[in-house]
């Protein structure tokens, strides 16, 4: 046995203690007894391990906390083979489908290109061909479905018709919704529970004037209240559900005042609505096509870490940057992941909605994935690796990392782009450690009777 590598044993000066946190397991511990931290210091200076041979249970305590393992490199093999194993899972379909590319709205931004289109009853036929042979020849018990667009409301007769269809295969169906929240009526709501719907993403830019200058509708409505009507309704329909939530996404640009204005949409939607089935996400606004050369309103790493310290200091304790373990990834490395267009057309990548030059195939009459473009196929599954990359292999947050964005990795082999992929923990471990002790100092206090 030996100390592992994914330790990180440090003095906090900010709170006068010694702190150790390993990435393998996520384990957290105060190190106060100078007689255990003596230890720890034998075991990783020298490897001393028969120092503990009088501690019997510490040594099963720390086996267990991954802080004395075999072998650094049985662990990343351990890691290797359970992300590969999930990559190649056949228990669940992921399905990101596409009823139509039209969109209500002209947000400047938008990664996904519109343009006409509506599913057909030929297309929805398709899918469900190729439904019925994925669970035959899988055994699959999952449907992860996710519904977008465009504006997928647009064409909510295809998000009903096509449900009943997979409910008929007799499939677990796990359903999200990602909408710009104006189409979403009472009638609509209220039939998101019999559609399997777990999570409405709804975007917004700002509070009303800010929202209404960038989520623009096409005939120039107001849209912000729009939203705020059709959420009303949710949360009335909706506020003691929590298997139904929504996530709002409020969408962040750097050249703005980024951080007063989520400060801002959060207060204001957290008063309006209490509840436990709202979260509220920051959406950094990037241009992946810009190969990573757009500096004016993209976000870099740093910005990103340190608009979360500054939101957890400010008291929003829910957004720690503490690291959670990820042995999952984009769905895109999984053989089982579609995304399909309103013709039938076939994506490689969200990214890369609505882009003709990024379409890889075709669904046929038969449910049959027609494969056109095979290298940016194959490249979605295969290339550009973080399993196989030696700079994430050797890194102390492997355990953590997923690699980041599969897209960016493979524009930066292969289209000159220049993304930083690392997560945002990374270069300043120690400063997001002691905000966690600062934030579980807090909650501790939160949570006291009085």
Known sequence: MKWSKFNHLYFSKKYNKNLLYNSLSNAFIEVNNPILLELFNKIKENNQMEVLAEYPSLYEELIQSKIIVESDQTEILKIKHKVLSNRYSSNTIIFTLLPTLSCNFNCPYCFAKTGGGTMTPKVEKSIVLLLEKLISNNKSSLLNLTWMGGEPLLNFKTIQSLTKKFERLNIRINASLVTNGYLMTKEKIEEFKKLHITLVQVTVDGLEEENNLTRMHKKGENSFTKIIENLDIFFNTYNQDNNIAINLRVNLDRTKGYLKKFMEVFLFFKRRYPYKNLFISPGFIEDIKSNGFNSTCEFDRATIKNFYKEIVQAGLLEYSLYPKNQFSECAVRSQADFVIGPKGEIYSCWENI???????????????????????????????????????????????????CPEKRIRNKHCNAQFDNCMVQKDDIENILDLHYEVKQKISALNKPK
């Open 354 to 404: 609505g882009h003709t030059e990024f379409i890889i195939g075709q669904l046929n009459d038969k449910g049959i994935q027609e494969i056109n473009n095979e290298t940016a196929y194959l490249r979605y599954l295969t290339d550009a690796d973080y399993l196989e990359d030696k700079t994430c292999l050797n890194c102390f947050f492997f355990p953590l990392c997923s690699g980041g």
